[in-house]
């Protein structure tokens, strides 16, 4: 008996899909830790581990076992997996084999790292693939043919760019930065300028409810922090403008990255995505005025994937069911 799985590892998300069901689970890559490394106790994981954010004392400790696209510890990501798939009511008679999604660019140690995470959670077999690969295939490209796809990953610790054909990555690059550490410095922007002190929890849900690219946008939130003086809770009200800056100095970041890749690009190859576009992908593609806001400086046309957080994990799990096609993918980028 087999149990045959997509697994992608996200910094921010950790979403499982089961061959011929579907995502089955998708949760924060995060854990919440008591007491010192020697004698460290698992308090909370995923779902749980997040509600905590902000909320526990000093000696508890919530953090993502990967961060900026490389395995911090794998002790701890394989504990965080093992408590997943317990959740999925695998039989123990099951061998579990699982196609797992990872940042392109990486270290053949930074790969060995997923690898050996994957194996020490109790799965048997794992083959890894790049991410972007698969978020093509989520969004509905055909990257069999020499048509090329050009594609952009926001995601929470990385942001990959690549272009695709014959089932292969032609050109690609990666940012060790993700929404994470716009998060960041969006909290210290609020700091700055309304001296609130808010933790990142809020300031992610700052970027995710008013985060725009729009020049002129209204949007606005009433988030609470602590007064940087005083020490007292303190409500604050943060429009769209307020934080444009740091959403556009994000951005500005990975249209580096776009340049560096398309440069590197034969002429045939710029034409076909002059022609085509660029499709993004990842959570960060979410935010508002985005698109629009990288076509202007590309020149080119730019759309956000339909359900661009899952992409990735909708089209490892499309995979599963095209074994031959699979086997082609792995041999030419998979390891
Ligand atoms: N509406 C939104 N606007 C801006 N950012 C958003 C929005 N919704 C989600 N995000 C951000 O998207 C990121 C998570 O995206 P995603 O789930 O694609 O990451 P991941 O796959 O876990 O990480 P990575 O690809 O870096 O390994 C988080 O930083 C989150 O704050
Ligand atoms: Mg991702």
Do not use: W
Not at 169 to 195: E, N, Q
Request: hydrophobic share 40%; with cysteine.
């Amino acid at each position: 008996m087999k149990t045959i799985l997509a697994i992608d590892m996200g910094n921010s998300y950790i979403s499982i899909f089961k061959k011929n069901f579907g995502i089955v689970l998708k949760e924060p890559n995060l854990i919440a830790v008591s007491g010192s490394n020697s004698n460290y106790k698992i308090i909370a994981y995923g779902n749980e581990a997040k509600k905590l954010q902000g909320k526990t004392s000093e000696n508890i400790v919530i953090f993502t076992p990967i961060s900026e696209g490389e395995v911090k510890s794998k002790e701890y990501l394989s504990s965080l997996l093992k408590h997943f798939l317990d959740k999925l009511n695998i039989s123990k008679f099951s061998k579990i084999k699982a196609l797992v999604t990872i940042p392109c660019g990486i270290t053949d140690e930074a790969k060995e790292a997923y690898r050996k995470a994957c194996f020490m959670a109790g799965i048997d077999e794992v083959n890894l693939l790049p991410s972007v690969i698969a978020g093509a295939i989520g969004s509905g490209k055909n990257i069999k043919g020499e048509e090329t796809t050009f594609i952009a990953s926001l995601g929470g610790g990385v942001t990959d760019v690549a272009v695709i054909n014959l089932n292969s990555i032609l050109k690609g690059g990666t940012l060790a930065v993700g929404g994470r550490a716009l998060d960041i410095s969006i909290a210290s922007a609020i700091a700055d300028r309304s001296k609130v002190l808010i933790g990142v929890a809020s300031a992610e849900k700052v970027k995710e409810e008013i985060g725009s690219l729009f020049e002129n946008d209204t949007l606005n939130i009433e988030i609470s922090g602590n007064n940087l003086t005083s020490k007292m809770p303190e409500n604050v009200i943060i429009f769209s403008k307020d934080i444009r800056d740091k959403v556009a100095e994000y951005v500005d970041n990975f249209l580096k990255l776009i340049e560096t890749t398309l440069n590197l690009c034969p002429p045939e190859i710029s034409s076909d995505i002059a022609q085509n576009g660029l499709i993004l992908i990842g959570g960060g593609a979410k935010l508002v005025g985005l698109s629009e806001y990288i076509s202007k400086v590309i020149k080119m046309p730019c759309t956000v994937s339909d359900s661009p957080e899952n992409a990735t994990i909708l089209g490892a799990g499309k995979l599963l069911s095209d074994e031959q096609n699979l086997n082609t993918i792995l041999n030419n980028v998979g390891s």
